[in-house]
């Protein structure tokens, strides 16, 4: 956690979100955070683009530090 505050990586550029900035985006069960609308829209165009093989999205909705 970045200052207290939970942090998220964008799947698409790989930046950091902290919580409750940025943009969300609902996808198969989980809140996806981005750092702007063009990051999120590349997502919603082409998810299997972000997608790994074993079908989990590249710090998907996931705190960055635990």
Known sequence: ????????IDPVCG????QGAGV??????RDLRFCEIACRDTFRSDPA??????????????????
């Open 1 to 8: 956690m970045i200052s207290g505050v939970a942090t998220y």
């Open 15 to 18: 930046m950091t979100v902290e």
């Open 24 to 29: 969300t985006l609902h996808w198969q069960g």
């Open 49 to 66: 683009r972000w997608v790994e093989p074993l079908g989990h999205v590249h710090a998907l909705g996931r705190e960055m530090d635990r």
